[in-house]
T-cell receptor, first 113, second 115 residues
């Protein structure tokens, strides 16, 4: 597998606080993604990156920002957490071309109270 | 816009039954790729297969088989002689050309295989 580590694995936070989730990969993959998984919605793309400092919005990007200062790290920040952002967040990487399979991290379960 | 529809939200079968998970996709791209992922109860997402739009051959891997039909825009997944370990959520996904390269996922089908 692609050696993807997400941290933290679980987090409980209060409404209005900023939260940063980290994704670290060891495979030197160019493309990285953040998805959220919610019952009845499947996996929805939040933000993605196609290189260092190159990022773009996905379909559910409101309330989120990302940064990628190094190939191996992709950070997702909830600027001011809301209860609607309670979800499981998955990071994924993609190597060998942009139609190759995604490799996923183990997810971060975030609860906003 | 690309779209993937997995009409079956939940399926329940008894062990050793065959089961087919449906996937219907929409895209205007000529070249595209279809994927299946498995998410067992432990939560990780496991890649199962990738198919490109120019290869309509059916694929078989052990008890798993995939039927790709461009005429009906479908990429169905069959598990033969299901086992309890097959219990999982299964996602179908689509990747296209240009800016459509980002994977679009269906909402998933929860398969429960009962002993």
């Amino acid at each position: 597998d692609a050696g993807i580590t997400q941290s933290p694995r679980h987090k409980v936070t209060e409404t209005g606080t900023p939260v940063t989730l980290r994704c670290h990969q060891t495979e030197n993959h160019r493309y990285m993604y953040w998805y959220r998984q919610d019952p009845g919605h499947g996996l929805r793309l939040i933000h993605y990156s196609y290189g260092v400092k190159d990022t773009d919005k996905g379909e559910v990007s409101d309330g989120y920002s990302v940064s990628r200062s190094k190939t191996e790290d992709f950070l997702l920040t909830l600027e001011s957490a809301t209860s609607s952002q309670t979800s499981v967040y998955f990071c994924a990487t993609q190597g060998n071309g942009y139609n190759s399979p995604l490799h996923f991290g183990n997810g971060t379960r975030l609860t906003v109270t | 816009a690309q779209k993937v529809t997995q009409a079956q939200t939940e399926i329940s079968v008894v062990e050793k039954e065959d089961v087919t998970l449906d996937c219907v996709y929409e895209t205007r791209d000529t070249t595209y790729y279809l994927f299946w992922y498995k998410q067992p109860p432990s939560g990780e997402l496991v890649f199962l297969i990738r198919r490109n739009s120019f290869d309509e051959q059916n694929e078989i891997s052990g008890r798993y088989s995939w039927n790709f039909q461009k005429s009906t825009s479908s990429f169905n997944f069959t598990i033969t002689a299901s086992q309890v370990v097959d219990s999982a959520v299964y996602f179908c996904a689509l990747s296209g050309e240009g800016s459509n390269y980002k994977l679009t996922f269906g909402k998933g089908t929860l398969l429960t295989v009962n002993p």
